[in-house]
Nanobody, 116 residues
Framework: QVQLVESGGGLVQPGGSLRLSCAAS????????MGWYRQAPGKQRELVAV???????NYADSVKGRFTISRDNGKNTAYLQMNTLKPEDTAVYYC??????????WGQGTQVTVSS
C-alpha cells in the first residue's frame, strides 16, 4: 500500500509559478511511476505529467515547455514545477503512483487557481 500527501497548491496570477510536492510513504519499493493529473470543473481528469523511477518523463501537450516533473527517489517525493501559468490551468491537481505489482494510488488533491 502507498500513501500520497500533496502540498503546494494555491492562488496565482496568470504568468506566475507554483511548485507542487507529493510525498509517498508505505510500500515505496513497489512504485514504478509517479505522475500528476488534474481535473477542472465539468471536465475529465487528465494526465499532466508522469515520471518513472529511471527518470523518463512524459507531458501533456498543453503543458510542454511550461511544466517540469521531477522525482527524488531518496525522499520518495515527486514535484511539479509549473511556470507561465494560464487560467486554463485552473484545476484540482492529483498526485498518482503506480505499483509495479499492481495497483494505482492517489493523493487527496490540491487546488490550483490561476486568476487575476
Amino acid at each position: 500500500q502507498v500513501q500520497l500527501v500533496e502540498s503546494g497548491g494555491g492562488l496565482v496570477q496568470p504568468g506566475g509559478s507554483l511548485r507542487l510536492s507529493c510525498a509517498a510513504s508505505g510500500s515505496i519499493f513497489a512504485i514504478t511511476a509517479m505522475g500528476w493529473y488534474r481535473q477542472a470543473p465539468g471536465k475529465q481528469r487528465e494526465l499532466v505529467a508522469v515520471t518513472t523511477r529511471s527518470g523518463s518523463t512524459n507531458y501533456a501537450d498543453s503543458v510542454k515547455g511550461r511544466f517540469t516533473i521531477s522525482r527524488d527517489n531518496g525522499k520518495n517525493t515527486a514535484y511539479l514545477q509549473m511556470n507561465t501559468l494560464k487560467p486554463e490551468d485552473t484545476a484540482v491537481y492529483y498526485c498518482n503512483a503506480k505499483s509495479v505489482v499492481g495497483g494505482t494510488f492517489w493523493g487527496q488533491g490540491t487546488q490550483v487557481t490561476v486568476s487575476s
